[in-house]
């Protein structure tokens, strides 16, 4: 038998859900999507007669107002998530609790416990929904018209105001064109970059009759850019102010490790599409080690883990070819976990027995390590990730720093090159919660990259010499085949200003799979297709 239900026209307990979504509104933590928050809120309102019809109703509604949270949210589309779900299913199930804990903050807690009794309470008294369907009438308002209904004598000087703005910050451009930030113009500028990138080369593809006498490492390190190191306070770390060239705008062009191990191997060319670094047809025009290879260096890779998430070995593999890692890391005993529970192992370890050992020829050498990555566990030690990670990236940077005292006191002929991977997002924002990278921002991408040369390098100046102009890999590669055809190692002396003179230079844009992001003036601006675009805001 049907019973009747007594609803009526009322919100109820969703006035709770639509007052969050306007104070998060007006807090500039969410957006506001006028058409879809009203139709959810005329389909909970709607009186229903029966009550199994009206509990079927609000189920579903319950699902869509999940959904047009995240919809209004600033969260990569749930698209994102689910196409990297086999990665993500590798997680330690630790390191998924404390993701969850992150994205749902104390503040945001309080915030619905607040709402809950305050409705509670004051419901008794005043009709609530009048004054939250209010609110979400204003919300819906375009800022730009609020402002005009509030102070209209102002608008139109405003406007022009704005304008100028504009046009100085654009004739103060360090570049003759102006960029256009509407789609159509965004989507140019991308087609315009990549199209001049591909026809840019290194130098080092052309170098012949070139016998080196010294080695190279890389040192590619995965978390750390910028933005993390002010994070930890650790931008005056004494090893920073080692290497005799320091990049101070090197974009990564990527926030994952297997992309950025790719743009490494094809530091020759310029920068590709994220979709171009797993064409193999690239690959020998463009590979830095295969070059340095025809030169008479040997290939080397060496790394503190096992290399077999993401296929990260594979990929390092199918660009220089098969490798067994220099290092036997198995005979080694672990320092930390990773975020999949593998084994990590001490950097000073590693890096020793490599210094250690002996070989008939240069060697290029890669070694990769993943000891201040999110998620980690010190064997030994407790505390949460942002912890953790700060008193890691203490440790690396102070390992590195002693390795350079054990290279100098050598007095081995080796050129180290510091290239992080990318960074941690370690401090997050309001579209990405500490340790997610999906949008390659350029707090992420923007990494600290130093040269030391260690050895009997003759070089005029003693002091640091920093790059500020935007750079990326094609610089590295144009600096190495300035530094084999220098001579420093033969006795010529060098003068690093002028061994740094003219490197190409190289706008920050950055690529993940289905992500691309623009830096443009102070600005950036994101893109899930490639066609629409959106300003990011942190």
Same mark, same amino acid.
């Given at each position: 038998m049907k019973t009747k239900d007594t609803s009526s026209w009322s919100?109820?307990?969703?006035?709770?859900?639509?007052?969050?979504?306007?104070?998060l509104f007006w807090n500039d933590t969410l957006g506001f999507s006028p058409l879809y928050n009203f139709s959810l809120l005329a389909f909970v309102t709607l009186p229903i007669r029966w009550r199994l019809a009206n509990g079927l109703r609000h189920f579903f509604a319950v699902l869509i107002a999940i959904y047009?949270?995240?919809?209004d949210s600033y969260l990569p589309p749930l698209e994102r998530l689910t196409s990297q779900w086999d990665l993500i299913s590798? $997680?330690?199930?630790?390191?998924?609790?404390?993701?969850?804990?992150?994205?749902?903050?104390?503040? $945001?807690?309080?915030?619905?416990?607040?709402?809950c009794v305050g409705y509670l309470y004051l419901n008794q008294i005043f009709r609530l929904s009048t004054f939250v369907i209010l609110a979400m009438v204003l919300s819906s308002i375009p800022q730009g018209m609020l402002k005009n209904l509030s102070s209209p004598n102002a608008s139109f000087p405003n406007a022009i105001a704005t304008e100028?703005?504009?046009?100085?910050?654009?004739n103060d451009s360090t570049t003759d064109d102006v960029i256009e930030t509407s789609p159509?113009?965004?989507?140019?500028?991308?087609?315009?970059?990549f199209k001049e990138q591909a026809t840019v080369t290194s130098t080092l593809s052309?170098?012949?009759?070139?016998?080196?006498?010294?080695?190279?490492? $890389?040192?590619?390190?995965?978390s750390l850019a910028w933005d993390d190191l002010e994070f930890t306070g650790q931008t005056q770390h004494p090893l920073l102010a080692e290497f005799d060239i320091l990049f101070r705008q090197f974009n990564s062009a990527t926030s994952y490790s297997g992309p950025a191990v790719l743009r490494i191997l094809r530091a020759n060319c310029g920068q590709q599409t994220h979709s171009e670094l797993f064409e193999n047809s690239l690959t020998k025009k463009c590979s830095l080690f295969d070059n340095l290879a025809e030169l008479g260096f040997e290939k080397e890779v060496l790394m503190n883990h096992d290399g077999r998430f993401d296929g990260f070995s594979k990929h390092i593999a199918n660009n220089i070819g098969p490798f067994t890692p220099a290092v036997d890391i198995e005979t080694l005993s672990?320092?930390?976990?990773? $975020?999949?529970?593998?084994?990590?192992?001490?950097?000073?370890?590693?890096?020793t027995t490599w210094s250690e050992q002996t070989k008939s020829k240069p060697t290029v050498s890669l070694y990769n390590t993943i000891s201040i990555h999110d998620g980690n566990r010190v064997v030994g030690e407790k505390g949460t990730r942002l912890v953790t990670y700060k008193r890691q990236q203490k440790i690396l940077l102070d390992d590195l720093n002693s390795f350079f005292k054990q290279l100098k006191n050598s007095e081995r002929n080796i050129v180290v090159i510091f290239l992080p991977e990318h960074g941690a997002s370690i401090r997050g924002d309001r579209m990405q919660i500490s340790g997610m990278r999906e949008i390659p921002t350029k707090a992420i991408t923007d990494i600290p990259v130093g040269i030391k040369f260690f050895g009997n390098a003759q070089v005029s100046s003693s002091q640091q010499v920093q790059i500020?102009?935007?750079?990326?890999?094609?610089?590295?590669?144009?600096?190495?085949?300035?530094v084999l055809e220098s001579g420093m190692y033969q006795g010529n002396s060098v003068d690093l200003n002028e061994l740094v003179k003219d490197l190409p230079e190289t706008p920050f844009v950055s690529q993940n799979s289905g992500t691309t992001m623009l830096s443009i003036e102070d600005r950036q601006f994101y893109s899930f297709d490639e066609k629409s675009w959106t300003e990011y805001r942190q």
């Open positions: 919100l109820g307990l969703w006035t709770i859900y639509f007052a969050l979504k306007v104070i047009l949270l995240h919809y590798q $997680f330690d199930t630790s390191y998924l609790v404390e993701l969850l804990v992150d994205f749902v903050s104390l503040d $945001f807690l309080l915030l619905i416990t607040t709402l100028n703005i504009n046009n100085n910050a654009q159509q113009g965004l989507n140019r500028y991308l087609n315009s970059f052309t170098l012949d009759n070139i016998e080196p006498n010294f080695d190279i490492l $890389f040192l590619n390190i995965c672990p320092t930390q976990y990773a $975020f999949d529970g593998t084994k990590i192992y001490q950097d000073s370890s590693v890096l500020t102009a935007p750079s990326s890999y094609l610089a590295l590669s144009e600096l190495l085949s300035k």
